[in-house]
T-cell receptor, first 116, second 115 residues
Framework: GENVEQHPSTLSVQEGDSAVIKCTYSDSASNYFPWYKQELGKGPQLIIDIRSNVGEKKDQRIAVTLNKTAKHFSLHITETQPEDSAVYFCAATSSNYGGSQGNLIFGKGTKLSVKP | SAVISQKPSRDICQRGTSLTIQCQVDSQVTMMFWYRQQPGQSLTLIATANQGSEATYESGFVIDKFPISRPNLTFSTLTVSNMSPEDSSIYLC????????????FGSGTRLTVV
């Protein structure tokens, strides 16, 4: 089955700096890779996702890159702000939009702290 | 995207008792999932809730301990049975959202403490 590794487990940056979180996956059939932000006491919230037919996706200060050959994908947050402080999870699945379904396999999470 | 209402948001229970957690979605969804998140840990899938049939459990989780109901396409329940302190976790409902924006949406979770 799928296995997702996530690094680093903790990350501390100064406000305004960039933060990068990396994940690797094992199942070459995986084709959907979301990133979630979880604040204390709340459920995970989807912040960005990418499909295997795309190499990069950007949404304002957040971007995700995917390298299918190497089986790794990364989250990039630019111009970090204190409100970006949270736990971030990567995930992977072989779910096919409009077809059969799969469940998400999560990485272990990265606790991001942005210091003002 | 789909909106999930999960109840209760938190509870403190005595060991040996059972707690039923409810998950209500504002739209019909095919796939519903139940996850467990132990303190400071990642999310682990308990089971996939199938409408009209028995849930599909992951390795390490059994129906007698975590019975699941899925009476229709918008509602599911997870029961944590015969609880022990080791069951203290956050339990999360999730759905595969195939609406205008595809993705997996999570409820706000149920924080369970067993004493």
């Amino acid at each position: 089955g799928e296995n997702v590794e996530q690094h680093p487990s903790t990350l501390s940056v100064q406000e305004g700096d960039s933060a990068v979180i990396k994940c690797t996956y094992s199942d070459s059939a995986s084709n959907y890779f979301p990133w979630y932000k979880q604040e204390l006491g709340k459920g995970p919230q989807l912040i960005i996702d990418i499909r295997s037919n795309v190499g990069e996706k950007k949404d304002q200060r957040i971007a995700v890159t995917l390298n299918k050959t190497a089986k790794h994908f990364s989250l990039h947050i630019t111009e970090t702000q204190p409100e970006d402080s949270a736990v971030y999870f990567c995930a992977a699945t072989s779910s096919n939009y409009g077809g059969s379904q799969g469940n998400l396999i999560f990485g272990k999470g990265t606790k991001l702290s942005v210091k003002p | 995207s789909a909106v999930i209402s999960q109840k209760p948001s938190r509870d403190i229970c005595q060991r040996g008792t059972s707690l039923t957690i409810q998950c209500q979605v504002d739209s019909q969804v095919t796939m519903m999932f139940w996850y467990r998140q132990q303190p400071g840990q990642s999310l682990t899938l308990i089971a996939t809730a199938n409408q009209g049939s028995e849930a599909t459990y992951e390795s390490g989780f059994v129906i007698d301990k975590f019975p699941i109901s899925r009476p229709n396409l918008t509602f599911s329940t997870l029961t944590v049975s015969n609880m022990s302190p080791e069951d203290s976790s956050i339990y999360l409902c999730s759905v595969e959202d195939r609406g205008l924006v595809y993705g997996y949406t999570f409820g706000s979770g149920t924080r369970l403490t067993v004493v």
